[in-house]
């Protein structure tokens, strides 16, 4: 862990590339958990994105109803999978951090939006 790193998650200053967030008034830098698989998770939306197309191309040859279906639930599952993962790293980078920044108001705001992030999610279900 580098010293800028290790002073984020001891609540350090803000150092250049760190901004102030929506109000929390925790610091923290321009990264964000999912940061390190940036580039994969944008080449698996990109697969979804194909898929998608793909579906509206069954739809103007009037493809089986079951067909298009099942093209429809692989893209809903495929972005599960996408929001699991990057709900995965919020919680092991975001949450993580603040938890031990030691301070009790973060902790519990990034608390707070995880909450909320999970309820949002399984009402969508």
Known sequence: MSA???QDLNGGG???GEEQSGGTGVAHRDS???MPEKEALITRLHRIEGQVRGIERMLAEERYCIDIITQISAVTTALDAVAFRILDDHVNHCVAGALASGDEQVAAEKSRELLEAVHRFA???
């Open 123 to 125: 009402r969508a279900r």
């Open 4 to 6: 800028l790193d290790a």
């Open 32 to 34: 964000h958990g999912y």
């Open 14 to 16: 803000e150092a250049a």
